[in-house]
């Protein structure tokens, strides 16, 4: 069965780094597009970032360009997050969520999240 | 960006009553593909979300058939027919037509009276 676990989360400072993991099984990892989407506590979904099936392109949501970098590595089945100049508002569960490939609509399999804090 | 519009934000329901969710996109979402791309997901307490509906009437395999959704362009209806205990949670309507960004509505928490 589908099970994408991350990993990775935790306390860092303000203006810290992070590196997020979600590590895919039971599906054919390199031919889908992966997304992150957080949620901060008590708050809503909000979508963070895409990254093509084979890793050619990117996007990312305004409040975290040129600050958020996603990345894959097909032959681990692993998706990144690396995180950069974290602020408090960067604080929320990160889920990592398969998206689309031919004949499967995206968002269908979600993994537990992890909880990044960031705080002094 | 589109932004996604829900209604109520909080749903108080009687068990075995029905609810209803609305949800508004601030531009239509017919794609140029002529497909509709309205995801309604459910978020129990404590867990991920889980995709309910896709293209805005598509129910997921092993969802309940109390769970219906229609709509159009801008417009779209989630519906219980027969709330039960496992209903409750927060319920989230989200647009994947005009990406980057795919963006959410803010939630709907669906609680027993």
């Known amino acids: 069965q589908v099970q994408l676990v991350e990993s990775g989360g935790g306390v860092v400072q303000p203006g810290g780094s992070l590196r997020l993991s979600c590590v895919a099984s039971?599906?054919?990892?390199?031919?889908?597009?992966m997304h992150w989407v957080r949620q901060a506590p008590g708050k809503g979904l909000e979508w963070v970032a895409i990254?093509?099936?084979?890793?050619?392109?990117?996007y990312y949501a305004d409040s975290v360009k040129g600050r958020f970098t996603i990345s894959r590595d097909n032959s681990k089945n692993t998706l990144y997050l690396q995180m950069d100049s974290l602020t408090a508002e960067d604080t929320a569960v990160y889920y990592c969520?398969?998206?689309?490939?031919?004949?499967?609509?995206?968002?269908?399999?979600w993994g537990q999240g992890t909880l990044v804090t960031v705080s002094s | 960006d589109v932004v996604m519009t829900q209604s109520p934000l909080s749903l108080p329901v009687t068990l075995g009553q029905p609810a209803s969710i609305s949800c508004r996109s601030s531009?239509?979402?017919?794609?140029?593909?002529?497909?509709?791309?309205l995801n309604w997901f459910q978020q129990r307490p404590g867990q991920s979300p889980r995709r309910l509906i896709y293209?805005?009437?598509n129910r997921d395999s092993g969802v309940p058939d109390r769970f219906s959704a229609s709509g159009s362009g801008t417009d779209f209806i989630l519906r219980i027919s027969r709330v039960e205990a496992e209903d409750v949670g927060v319920y989230y309507c989200?647009?994947?037509?005009?990406?980057?960004?795919?963006?959410f509505g803010q939630g709907t928490k669906v609680e027993i009276k």
């Open positions: 969520v398969r998206g689309y490939t031919s004949g499967s609509p995206p968002f269908a399999y």
């Open positions: 039971g599906f054919t990892f390199n031919i889908y597009g």
């Open positions: 990254i093509w099936y084979d890793g050619s392109n990117m």
């Open positions: 531009q239509s979402l017919v794609h140029s593909d002529g497909n509709t791309y």
């Open positions: 293209k805005v009437s």
């Open positions: 989200m647009q994947g037509t005009h990406w980057p960004p795919w963006t």
